[in-house]
Nanobody, 122 residues
Framework: VQLQASGGGLVQAGGSLRLSCAASGRTFSSYSLGWFRQAPGKEREFVAHITWAGDSTYYADSVKGRFTISRDNAKNTAYLQMNMLKPEDTAIYYC????????????????WGQGTLVTVSS
């Protein structure tokens, strides 16, 4: 499976963005997915996770209540709805497919797509 994130951009604090993660290949629905982000000068960190069926989600504390992860397996696409954005949300956002245990661990993921830049101005 190949993944490609899109939808990033420049937004003011308090605003919203919706990121998309488009997949190619017929196995998209077989994978649980995760969103990660990497801010300038920082390590990549976990943001959100969704199971292959979309029936369970999990979030980092820093985004809980503001971000919503979802997926549409018929469209081979996952989404990250980001509301009430803060300047500290500024980062490159990546989607990836989970291949091992550890839904919030970077090493549990593969098939990383190119990221999309989100910039939140104060």
């Amino acid at each position: 499976v190949q993944l490609q994130a899109s939808g990033g951009g420049l937004v003011q604090a308090g605003g919203s963005l919706r990121l998309s993660c488009a997949a190619s290949g017929r196995t998209f629905s077989s994978y649980s997915l995760g969103w990660f982000r990497q801010a300038p000068g920082k390590e990549r960190e976990f943001v959100a996770h969704i199971t292959w069926a979309g029936d369970s989600t999990y979030y980092a504390d820093s985004v809980k209540g503001r971000f919503t992860i979802s997926r549409d397996n018929a469209k081979n696409t996952a989404y990250l709805q980001m509301n009430m954005l803060k300047p500290e949300d500024t980062a490159i956002y990546y989607c990836a497919a989970q291949i091992n245990k550890g839904r919030d661990l970077e090493r549990a993921y593969a098939y990383w797509g190119q990221g999309t830049l989100v910039t939140v101005s104060s």
